[in-house]
Structures are given as C-alpha cells and as structure tokens.
C-alpha cells in the first residue's frame, strides 16, 4: 500500500474531532473543538441612499401651478438625500462615535451654456439615529453661477471616517441620480 493510501486509512480510521451543534433556529450552527471566534456577532455596516431631492425656497413662482424643479436664477433652492444605515452591533458603534456623512451634489446642465456645480451638505452620525436627512445650505443659481437651463442633479456619499480620537477610514461610497431643475430667468415670473 502506498504512502497516500495508508495516510487516508488511517484518517478514517480516526474518530471526527468536529461535531455539528445544532444551535437556535436563525442562527448559524458551531463546529465544537475548532471555533475560535464568532464571524457573525458585529455584522456588516450598509447604507441606502434614498429621496434625491431639490426645491426652490421662493414665494413667487411664475406659475403656481410650477412644481418645486422650476426655480428662478435669483431663487434660493436647497438640494437633499436620505441615508439610511442597516442596525447591527457594528453600525450601532459607528453611529455612537459619531461618523461623518459627507455627500456631493452634482449639478450637471444641458446644453451650450451648460455649467457644472458641485454642492456639498455634511452630518454627523448620533447615537441611536439610523436614518439621517442630508441638505445643503440654502444657495441661489446666480451665486454658482448657473445660466437659466435644465440641470440632472446626482448625489455622491461617502461615509466616514468617524470624528473622535478613535479615527477610521472611509468605510462606504454610494450613488443616487437623477432629478431635473430647471432654472429660468429672474424677473419673469
């Protein structure tokens, strides 16, 4: 007999040093003698990005029947998103140590006159809060210096890293487009 073949004898000859425990329903079964450590007790951090949005802040539209994507060159608008974030133990310590949510607002116009702006809004995470609703600062199109035309606004997040002595990486990106602004002329409401 060779070696390989005596070597596979006598493992099977051998008594299994693993035994399944069947644990609670929902929970992944142990191997007893050989697990070390959990793989399964923080879980893993996500986040979805949700309600892209934009509106203007003027009480005189052009037309009141205008939806709140048509705002005049001089009107102020603010752009927004919602992040929510999955809840495990993990997630529940990054919210506590008070993780930065940074998102970019992407503003890409149509056309010959096309500008293209970049708006940026930042929130801290809190403890016990998995859902944040994340706006710029209030801002008209004249200031960044937005010609009247149609504007597809996305939203870029980056989350992370956390804002204590304990500092992490980055830990997440994520991507939502499209909304349409359009901008008109001031004075012609």
């Given at each position: 007999m060779s070696?390989?073949?005596q070597e596979m004898a006598a493992k099977?000859?051998?008594?299994?040093?693993?035994?399944?425990v069947i644990g609670v329903p929902g929970q992944p079964d142990e191997?007893?003698?050989?697990?070390?450590?959990s793989q399964t007790i923080v879980g893993p951090v996500t986040f979805k990005?949700?309600?892209?949005?934009?509106?203007?802040?003027?009480?005189?539209?052009?037309?009141?029947?205008?939806?709140?994507y048509i705002?005049?060159?001089d009107e102020y608008f603010i752009a927004s998103v919602d992040v929510e974030f999955n809840k495990t133990p993990?997630?529940?310590?990054?919210?506590?140590?008070?993780?930065?949510?940074n998102i970019s607002f992407g503003l890409e116009g149509y056309g010959i006159r096309a500008a293209e702006v970049d708006l940026s809004a930042t929130k801290l995470t809190e403890k016990g809060v998995y859902v944040y609703h994340v706006e710029t600062m209030p801002t008209r199109p004249s200031?960044?210096?937005?010609?009247?035309?149609?504007?597809?606004?996305?939203?870029?997040a980056t989350v992370g890293p956390v804002?204590?002595?304990?500092?992490?990486?980055?830990?997440?990106?994520?991507?939502?487009?499209?909304?349409?602004?359009q901008v008109y002329p001031a004075g012609q409401e």
């Amino acid at each position: 007999m060779s070696n390989l073949m005596q070597e596979m004898a006598a493992k099977a000859a051998r008594p299994q040093q693993q035994q399944r425990v069947i644990g609670v329903p929902g929970q992944p079964d142990e191997l007893t003698l050989t697990e070390t450590r959990s793989q399964t007790i923080v879980g893993p951090v996500t986040f979805k990005l949700s309600n892209l949005d934009v509106r203007g802040l003027g009480n005189n539209p052009a037309d009141p029947a205008n939806s709140q994507y048509i705002i005049a060159e001089d009107e102020y608008f603010i752009a927004s998103v919602d992040v929510e974030f999955n809840k495990t133990p993990l997630t529940e310590l990054l919210m506590c140590l008070g993780t930065r949510i940074n998102i970019s607002f992407g503003l890409e116009g149509y056309g010959i006159r096309a500008a293209e702006v970049d708006l940026s809004a930042t929130k801290l995470t809190e403890k016990g809060v998995y859902v944040y609703h994340v706006e710029t600062m209030p801002t008209r199109p004249s200031d960044q210096g937005m010609p009247f035309g149609l504007y597809g606004i996305g939203a870029v997040a980056t989350v992370g890293p956390v804002e204590n002595p304990c500092t992490t990486k980055i830990w997440g990106h994520g991507y939502i487009e499209r909304v349409l602004l359009q901008v008109y002329p001031a004075g012609q409401e």
